[in-house]
């Protein structure tokens, strides 16, 4: 007699017998997040398709929303920030350094 040969079928144990089968790898990535002068508490930056990606998905995208912390000099007015001294009136009429 000669050499038999016998097949088999069965689910794939990585897949699960859906056909899809892959691995992810973490990876870090720096982001520099320019904030324009006079952006608002709660101003959102969005990082289009920088979150995580994975094979028939599109990438998500990274929101950072700006917090403002107290100053205990600087107070803010809107875009503008303002800060409160007394001067003399030589300083008001010539002008001074502030320091």
Same mark, same amino acid.
């Given at each position: 007699?000669?050499?038999?040969?016998?097949?088999?079928?069965?689910?794939?144990?990585?897949?699960?017998?859906?056909?899809?089968?892959?691995?992810?790898?973490?990876?870090? $990535? +720096?982001?520099?997040?320019? +904030?324009?002068?006079?952006?608002?508490?709660?101003?959102?930056?969005?990082?289009?398709?920088?979150?995580? $990606?994975?094979?028939?998905?599109?990438?998500?995208?990274?929101?950072?929303?700006?917090? $403002?912390?107290?100053?205990?000099?600087?107070?803010?007015?809107?875009?503008?920030?303002?800060?409160?001294?007394?001067?003399?009136? +030589? $300083?008001?009429?010539?002008?001074?350094?502030?320091?």
């Amino acid at each position: 007699m000669g050499p038999m040969v016998q097949q088999m079928q069965s689910a794939c144990d990585r897949c699960g017998g859906q056909g899809k089968s892959f691995r992810t790898k973490k990876q870090r $990535e +720096v982001l520099e997040v320019h +904030v324009q002068m006079g952006a608002s508490d709660g101003h959102k930056i969005t990082c289009r398709e920088k979150a995580d $990606e994975h094979p028939d998905a599109e990438p998500g995208d990274v929101h950072f929303v700006i917090q $403002e912390q107290s100053h205990s000099d600087f107070k803010r007015k809107g875009c503008d920030l303002f800060v409160e001294r007394k001067i003399s009136l +030589v $300083e008001a009429l010539c002008g001074f350094e502030l320091e």
